[in-house]
């Protein structure tokens, strides 16, 4: 098993604003479709990879407690992190040392109330 994790699902109440939310923190264009009569909206990712989606249907629920997601905050978590107010979301807990070995983290809430986090290098 190469990951623990292999895909995640982001709730949403509201789609369209999840979906702005997220591309415009992370700097692209999600592709949306409908599966299994869900709403989905995928994140990037490359073949082989861990990746998710912004998910919208009656088993999702956003919330604040419960497990959290890191995503990746590229080089530095700096950047997509600046974005997240002006997104309508909310930081939580800024730019953190962790160690020099791991790197860095940040907490965020989304607009739909979900916390989620960035992990970076540097």
């Known amino acids: 098993m190469a990951n623990a994790i292999n895909w995640f699902e982001i709730p949403a109440s509201n789609f369209d604003r999840a979906v702005t939310f997220y ?11 409908e599966i299994m009569g869900n709403q989905m909206a995928f994140l990037p990712y490359e073949p082989g990879s861990v990746s998710g989606a912004i998910a919208k249907g009656e088993m999702y629920k956003p ?15 700096a950047d997509p992190l600046s974005r997240v107010a002006d997104a309508g979301g909310q930081v939580v807990l800024p730019k953190t040392k ?22 970076s290098p540097n």
């Not at 591309?23 to 479709?33: F, I, K, M, T, Y």
């Not at 919330?63 to 978590?77: H, P, R, V």
């Open 63 to 77: 919330s604040a407690e419960g497990a959290m997601i890191y995503l990746n905050g590229g080089n530095d978590l």
């Open 23 to 33: 591309g415009n923190v992370l700097g692209v264009q999600l592709h949306s479709q």
């Open 98 to 119: 962790i160690s020099d070995e791991i790197g860095y983290m940040a907490i965020f809430t989304d607009t739909e109330g979900n916390r989620i986090a960035f992990h």
